[in-house]
C-alpha cells in the first residue's frame, strides 16, 4: 500500500507541475487541482499509514488508532484549495475576458502596447 | 492569560463581514468603519507593545488548550513590534486610498482591506506553524483581492500570474508541513522547536528537507533571488496604495524565516547548522544586485520603486542571513525602516502618476506642485537609497556593522555599498526625467491636456505621505531608543529556551 499510495503522489506531482508550465489558464487551474490532491494524499500520510483503525483511542478497547491530526489538517487544506481554485478560475476568467487571451505570460507587445496607451 | 493578544485578529474578522455584507452599497459608512478599525487597531497595538516591553513571552490559548495540543497566540516583543508596525502602515495607507477615491473604483475595497489585516496580525501572533499557512492563506486571498481592485487589462492579467504563483507556494507549505509533521508529529513552534535539536544529524534527513522546503515558501513571499520575479508586476500593476500596503507583505516572508529558522532551526541545531544560511546568504546578495540592477534599468516608475523593494529585501534578508542578535538587530530596524520607505515611495508615485500620461520615465510637461511632489520623492528616494539624513542611512550601517565577520564582510560590503550606489543613481535618472526636465517642455495647449486631471493634491491628499516620511524622520531621530528595544527584541527571539519554557508551560489550575 505504500507503494501505491508513494507512486499515487509523485505522479499526481508530476502531473501537476508539468500541466502548471503549459502557461494556459485551463491546465494550470487543472494542474494546481493536481497538485493539492498530490498534497492532501500525502498530508494525509503524514500520520502513518493505517488501515481499519479509527482516529478516537478507544476508551475500552486495544489501545492501536489512527493519528487524527493529519486527518483534520487535510480537512483544512481541501478546504482552502477548494476555496483558492475557485478564486483562480474567477480571477482567470476575468483575465481572458479583459485580454481575450488565456495566456499566462505578459509578453513585450502587450507592455509596449499598454504603455503607449 | 489577557485576551488582548487575539484583538488583532478577532476585530478586522469581525469588521470586514460587516463591511462587505452591509455597507456594500454606502461608500461613507464603509470609510468610516474601516478607519474607525484601523484606529482601534492602532490603539490594540501600542497596548501590546506595552505588554511585551517587559520581556515576557504571553501566551493565548484557543480554547484554553495545553499548548502543544491546542493552537495558542504567542506575544513577544517581535511579534508586537510587528503588529504595530502593520497597524501604523495600514491607517496611512487607508487614509491615502480614501483621499484619493482608490476605494472606490471598484467593489469591497474596506472588507478586502480588513481580511488583509486580519492575515497579516494573525500571522505574526500565531505560535502553531500550521496556523501560519492558514494566516497566510487569509492574506493571500485579501490580497488577491486587493491586487485586482477595480480591475483593467494589464492588473487582471498580473494578479492571475500572483495568485498562481502563490498558489504553487502554498503547496509547497503543505507539502513542507506534512514533512515536518512526518518527522517530529508536533507543528507547534515551541514543541518543535524542543524536538528537532534532539534529533541525531545523521538522522535529521527529512527535518532538512522541510526546512529548506518552509524557507523556499518563505523566500517566495519575501521576494529572495530566485522566486523574486513575481514582485515587479505584481507591485507595478496594483493599485497604488494597495502595492504601499503590500510593503508589509514581503516582511511577512522577513519576519517568518526570522521566527521560524531561528527558533525552530536555529543556530546550533545539529540537522540543520549551517544549512539554512549557506543558501540565504548568496541568494541575498544575488537579491540587491538584481534590485539595483533593476532600479537602474526600469523604464516606468512603479516598476522602479518595485524593484527598490527587491533590494531593500535583499538587504534586509543578508543581515537575516547571519543568524545573531547583533545582526537581526539591524534587520529589524532595516525592515521598520524600508516599509515605510517603499510605502511612502509609492503613495508620492500614486500622487505623481495620476496627473501625468502613465509612469514612464520619459519627460513629459510638468504636473501641478511639481515642485512639492519632487521634493517628496526626492527625501523618499533618499531614505529607500540610504542617504543621510534619514533612517536608510542609519539601518544600512547597522547591517554594514554587524556584517564585519572575516567570511562574510567582502561580499556583504560590496552588494550593499555597490547597490546602494546604483540605487541612488536609478532614482536620480528617475527623479531629474520625472521633474526636472519636465520643467523645460512647455504645457500643451488645453484641448491636449484634457484627458489629464491638473487639479492641485488636497491637503488630505498629501498628508499620508507626510506621515510616512514623518516616521521615517522620527526613525532616525529617535534610532537610539528604538534600536535598544529592537535589541531586547532579537536577544529575547534568540532566547529558544525561554520561548519554549513559556510556550509550553503546564497551564495553572483555576
Known sequence: ?117 | MSHWIILPVVLPAMLAPIIGFMMRHDIVLARVTSTVGAVLLLAISFVLVSMAMDGTTHIYRLGDWPAPFGIVLVLDRLSALMVLLTSVLALMVLLHAMATGWDDRGKHFHALFQFQLMGICGAFLTGDIFNLFVFFEILLIASYGLMIHSGGRERMRAGLQYVVMNLAGSTLFLFALGTLYASTGTLNIADLAAKIPLIPADEAGLVRVAAMLLMIVFAVKAALFPVQFWLPATYSNAPAPVAALFAIMTKVGAYAILRVHTVVFGPGVAGTEGMIDAWLFPAAIVTIALGAFGVLGAKRLMPLISFSVIGSMGTLLIAVAVFSPVATTAALYYMVHSTFAAACLFLIADLVVSRRSGDSLTPTFATVQNGLFAAIFFAAAIAMAGMPPLSGFLGKLLVLDALRGPDVIVWAWTAILVGSLLTIVGFARAGSALFWKSTAIPAPTSDMSAAIPNNNATVLQVAPVMLTLAVLVALSVFAGPVAAYLEQTSNQLFDRSGYISAVLAPVAEG
Open chain 1, 1 to 117: 500500500m505504500e507503494l501505491l499510495v508513494a507512486s499515487a503522489i509523485g505522479t499526481m506531482t508530476a502531473g501537476g507541475v508539468y500541466l502548471l508550465l503549459r502557461l494556459r489558464t485551463f491546465p494550470v487551474i487543472l494542474g494546481l487541482a493536481l497538485l493539492s490532491y498530490a498534497v492532501n494524499v500525502f498530508l494525509f500520510s503524514s500520520g502513518r499509514l493505517a488501515i481499519d483503525m479509527s482516529p478516537i483511542l478507544s476508551k475500552y478497547g486495544e489501545a492501536s488508532y489512527t493519528d487524527p491530526l493529519p486527518q483534520a489538517l487535510v480537512l483544512t487544506a481541501i478546504v482552502i484549495s477548494f476555496g483558492m481554485t475557485a478564486v483562480l478560475v474567477m480571477i482567470s476568467l476575468g483575465a481572458f475576458l479583459e485580454s481575450d487571451t488565456d495566456s499566462i505570460d505578459i509578453d513585450q507587445a502587450d507592455t509596449d502596447e499598454d504603455a503607449a496607451k
